[in-house]
């Protein structure tokens, strides 16, 4: 008993199906964009915007952060101004060395801020740098 196939059984199929590419895709985006703004670190702050490039990091850096109220936090806990220097201190190990990143509100007093890093650089600290937000053409 001899069996005929169709010569369309043979054929290979030339056509990639990528429905479940695009449905694995999506999924992605989704987890993604719901994700995405519980990543920033800190205290919500509204920066203010700046066309200077970021910077390269290979090691996270200590944030200081002023809010609009003028509440001062070290990454996200709440320290008081006379406690500054001892807090960063021992945050970084007594490395003066570490890279410390100063985010403050736009709304607040620009003389507090650099009040806050005058005191850093004066306590020895060598790479305090300002945050701000790319600049957004209007």
Known sequence: MAFKFKSSLREPMSEINVTPFVDVMLVLLII????????????????????ADSLPEEI???????????????????????????????????RTDTRIYVRGDKTINYGRVL???????????????LISEPYKER
Do not use: C, H, R, W
């Open 32 to 51: 993604f964009m719901v994700t995405a703004p519980l990543l920033t670190v800190g205290v919500q702050v509204d920066l203010p915007e700046s066309s």
């Open 60 to 94: 996270e850096p200590l944030t200081l952060t002023i809010n609009s109220k003028g509440e001062i936090f070290i990454q996200e806990s709440k320290v008081e101004y006379d406690n500054i220097i001892s807090k960063i201190l021992a945050v970084s190990k007594n």
């Open 115 to 129: 009040e806050i890093m005058g005191m850093l650089s004066g306590s020895g600290f060598t790479k305090v740098a």
